[in-house]
């Protein structure tokens, strides 16, 4: 299969400060992409310009083998969420399917009433009263009945409670059951992703940090634990991503492809939030680095 | 039909808990040939969880000959683990639980129940062996 997203050297620059940085992915069809970072990391950067509301300073970004944005045909395949899913306050449920079906070329009526049904919405009701996870399901539904091939998804659950949350994610991925979508969604929880996501990417101070299907990441990292030594004594293709140290204990978070046969040390598997968080603290420790030799510099 | 839950905390990955439930049911039996297992849709919508995560649990049981996956229709039950067994459980259970009280009645908590289960689960094994 092709790729949904392929990126090369991508780069968006507001101003002077860059928003994302030399981001070459290519992500597989078939698949519930998770984009995790902390908040201004660049996720909702990469995924706009996914989309086509936003075009690259550099590199290159296609979208389902086309240029993001470019033409009816192009939008009509992909179904965009952006964050707290909007909708008209003022316009009825109904009014949303009817905009829907004046506005989407593949529009499928009835699986959009068949959702509304389904999910208990007055269709007489005004948006504006909806609550806030029934405003997300509304925003979905409107999404998924355009019968996109991919689905862009910006922090779809972040503002909902842990049951409308629970609730969105189940019914997304009904949707990805029966109408075999692919999906990229972003969240700075990987713990909402945890469940859904079966390829990640992991975006920290506007760079892609690791990106890869989860159990191909799961299988290559793995958790060290033994006597203290210096990381710079570790065998060749080792990459550490995180260490840290007691006055007797050494802890590792490794990338490697080969088992660590020492025996000095103590493997074990890694969770999916520790891996993400680990690049995450990686990326942090590094800017810190910076930032002191920085000072240092101008002292 | 059998209902799917998982336990996020056991860091056992998904499928596998998916297959090792089925497997369970399957020996309890709970499931036997001929059952149906419980749609993908339904799972996912029921989990919140990746639809690939049920195919695959789904496909390595069907390779490991327990189902088989009848397009358009749904997963069915075609094996069994109960080793024909299954007429044994009842009597067996009722002796199980008459030790269990003997067991409680001498003072034992529920640890020192399941280390000496577990204890003499392995050295009769190892007798087996031998």
């Given at each position: 299969?092709?790729?949904?997203?392929?990126?090369?050297?991508?780069?968006?620059?507001?101003?002077r400060k860059w928003a994302?940085t030399d981001?070459?992915?290519?992500?597989?069809?078939?698949?519930?992409?998770?984009?995790?970072g902390p908040n201004g990391a660049g996720?909702?950067?990469?995924?706009?310009?996914?989309?086509?509301?936003?075009?690259?300073?550099?590199?290159?970004?296609?979208?389902?083998?086309?240029?993001?944005?470019?033409?009816?045909?192009?939008?009509?395949?992909?179904?965009?969420?952006?964050?707290?899913?909007?909708?008209?306050?003022?316009?009825?449920?109904?009014?949303?399917?009817?905009?829907?079906?004046?506005?989407?070329?593949?529009?499928?009526?009835?699986?959009?009433?068949?959702?509304?049904?389904?999910?208990?919405?007055?269709?007489?009701?005004?948006?504006?009263?909806?609550?806030?996870?029934?405003?997300?399901?509304?925003?979905?539904?409107?999404?998924?009945?355009?019968?996109?091939?991919?689905?862009?998804?910006?922090?779809?659950?972040?503002?909902?409670?842990?049951?409308?949350?629970?609730?969105?994610?189940?019914?997304?991925?009904?949707?990805?059951?029966?109408?075999?979508?692919?999906?990229?969604?972003?969240?700075?929880?990987?713990?909402?992703?945890?469940?859904?996501?079966?390829?990640?990417?992991v975006l920290v101070g506007s760079r892609?940090r690791?990106?890869?299907?989860?159990?191909?990441?799961?299988?290559?990292?793995?958790?060290?634990?033994?006597?203290r030594r210096d990381p710079a004594?570790l065998?060749?293709?080792?990459e550490v991503i995180s260490a840290s140290h007691t006055d007797?204990?050494t802890t590792l978070l490794?990338?490697?492809?080969?088992?660590?046969?020492?025996?000095?040390?103590?493997?074990?598997?890694?969770?999916?939030?520790?891996?993400?968080l680990a690049y995450m603290s990686q990326a942090a420790g590094r800017r810190r680095r910076d930032n002191r030799h920085h000072l240092e510099v101008r002292k | 039909?059998?209902?799917?839950?998982?336990?996020?905390?056991?860091?056992?990955?998904?499928?596998?808990?998916?297959?090792?439930?089925?497997?369970?049911?399957?020996?309890?039996?709970?499931?036997?040939?001929?059952?149906?297992?419980?749609?993908?849709?339904?799972?996912?919508?029921?989990?919140?969880?990746?639809?690939?995560?049920?195919?695959?649990?789904?496909?390595?049981?069907?390779?490991?000959?327990?189902?088989?996956?009848?397009?358009?229709?749904?997963?069915?039950?075609?094996?069994?683990?109960?080793?024909?067994?299954?007429?044994?459980?009842?009597?067996?259970?009722?002796?199980?639980?008459?030790?269990?009280?003997?067991?409680?009645?001498?003072?034992?908590?529920?640890?020192?129940?399941?280390?000496?289960?577990?204890?003499?689960?392995?050295?009769?094994?190892?007798?087996?062996?031998?």
């Amino acid at each position: 299969m092709s790729a949904v997203i392929e990126t090369g050297g991508l780069g968006k620059r507001y101003r002077r400060k860059w928003a994302l940085t030399d981001c070459t992915l290519s992500v597989p069809a078939g698949h519930v992409v998770g984009l995790v970072g902390p908040n201004g990391a660049g996720k909702t950067t990469l995924l706009s310009l996914a989309v086509g509301l936003l075009a690259p300073d550099a590199g290159t970004i296609e979208v389902l083998g086309g240029v993001p944005g470019a033409g009816r045909a192009q939008l009509a395949r992909v179904g965009f969420l952006a964050q707290d899913a909007p909708v008209y306050a003022g316009l009825s449920v109904a009014d949303h399917l009817k905009l829907g079906a004046r506005l989407n070329l593949g529009w499928d009526a009835g699986l959009a009433r068949g959702r509304v049904d389904r999910l208990d919405l007055d269709p007489g009701q005004k948006a504006g009263t909806l609550s806030g996870g029934q405003r997300a399901q509304l925003a979905l539904t409107l999404a998924v009945a355009k019968r996109p091939e991919l689905l862009v998804l910006d922090e779809p659950v972040a503002s909902l409670d842990p049951l409308a949350r629970r609730e969105f994610l189940a019914d997304l991925m009904e949707a990805v059951a029966e109408q075999e979508l692919s999906v990229v969604l972003s969240s700075h929880l990987v713990g909402d992703l945890e469940r859904v996501c079966d390829y990640l990417i992991v975006l920290v101070g506007s760079r892609v940090r690791v990106a890869g299907p989860v159990e191909e990441l799961l299988a290559a990292h793995h958790l060290l634990s033994g006597p203290r030594r210096d990381p710079a004594t570790l065998p060749d293709g080792l990459e550490v991503i995180s260490a840290s140290h007691t006055d007797v204990q050494t802890t590792l978070l490794v990338r490697t492809s080969d088992p660590v046969m020492d025996p000095a040390w103590t493997m074990s598997e890694v969770g999916l939030e520790d891996l993400v968080l680990a690049y995450m603290s990686q990326a942090a420790g590094r800017r810190r680095r910076d930032n002191r030799h920085h000072l240092e510099v101008r002292k | 039909m059998i209902e799917f839950h998982l336990d996020a905390r056991s860091g056992v990955a998904p499928y596998r808990q998916l297959i090792h439930q089925v497997r369970h049911a399957l020996r309890l039996g709970l499931l036997r040939k001929g059952d149906q297992l419980p749609k993908v849709k339904d799972v996912v919508a029921r989990l919140a969880i990746n639809p690939n995560t049920v195919l695959k649990a789904y496909r390595e049981l069907e390779y490991e000959g327990l189902v088989a996956a009848r397009p358009g229709i749904g997963t069915f039950v075609t094996g069994t683990l109960d080793g024909g067994s299954l007429a044994a459980h009842g009597p067996l259970r009722r002796d199980l639980a008459r030790w269990l009280a003997r067991a409680r009645r001498a003072g034992l908590d529920d640890e020192s129940i399941e280390a000496l289960f577990a204890s003499t689960f392995r050295s009769a094994s190892e007798e087996d062996i031998a």
